[in-house]
């Protein structure tokens, strides 16, 4: 084994540390020169922004609120049972459950933009079950409540509307 004098060793390191960084895949690229993208190990956590926390936040306050409005003013003769929906129907795009006499289950889903509305509505405008509100911060509650049930009644029109359709479509079969 030789022994290596320590300006040896630093000549060697410096070299060898000049070489690495002259390969191009140090640099972020690879071996075509293209722009290497890099990937967040597995061990990294990410975090949401706080930008998103505060959105969360407020889409909630606006969830309460609507929900609140809804149980404190008059609610119509046909609306029987108002509550939150659960998780799994949270992910399905549901905010607000609500059971009508001769209806059946219908939802509302509250949004704090008209952007979000917009976007909501690209993904969800199939289902005729599912009506989306926008609450703005400045609304008081009633106003909430006659936006809330404007839109639950043309939720029932249309259905009934469906309905009758889909009954002449049986018999016309």
Known sequence: MSILKKDTFNERGEEMARQYQAKSWFKGLDRDG?????????????????????????????????????????????????????????REGKD??????????IWLQVKSSEFGRKKFLRKYAWNPRIGVIVVLGHESSEDVWSHAINILLDIRLRLELLNVEADEVRQVI
């Open 34 to 90: 293209r722009r290497r993208r890099t990937q967040t190990p597995f061990f990294v956590r990410r975090r949401r922004s706080k930008c998103k926390d505060e959105a969360h936040q407020k889409g909630k306050i606006s969830e309460r609120r609507v929900f609140e409005a809804l149980r404190q003013f008059k609610k119509p003769a046909w609306m029987r049972k108002i509550r939150m929906s659960c998780r799994a129907e949270d």
């Open 96 to 105: 607000i459950s609500i059971y009508g006499e001769g209806i059946g289950w």
